[in-house]
């Protein structure tokens, strides 16, 4: 069974950082795209970052230049590192993984639990 486990959301001022890991765990073959997704209330869960086994990146134009994605391949591991946070920034932000279970299998989506972030003086 695969579960993916997210650690380090959390309270903050405007302005401050938060840095969020996502750790996959279970009989793994192969992880490829791993990527962050937020959802605000009453909002639809969107794109935050998302990054190749490679270490291509590619960011939403909210957080340019803000936020950097990361990833630890012999620790399946995905980090978002989150600066200069804004009140519109809360959410809870959601890990994925595109994870393949074995070689002949294919690739399917794996979500986390998720984590909130709040960005609040």
């Known amino acids: 069974q695969v579960q993916l486990v997210e650690s380090g959301g959390g309270l903050v001022q405007p302005g401050g950082s938060l840095r969020l890991s996502c750790a996959a765990s279970g009989s793994i073959f192969r992880i490829d795209d791993m990527g962050w997704y937020r959802q605000a209330p009453e909002k639809e869960r969107e794109l935050v970052a998302r990054?190749?086994?490679?270490?291509?990146?590619n960011y939403a134009d909210f957080v340019k230049g803000r936020f950097t994605i990361s990833r630890d391949n012999a620790k399946n591991t995905v980090f978002l590192q989150m600066n200069s946070l804004k009140p519109d920034d809360t959410a809870v932000y959601y890990c994925n993984a595109q994870i393949r279970l074995a070689r002949w299998s294919y690739d399917q989506p794996y979500w986390g639990q998720g984590t909130q972030v709040t960005v609040s003086s």
């Open positions: 990054i190749t086994s490679g270490g291509s990146t």
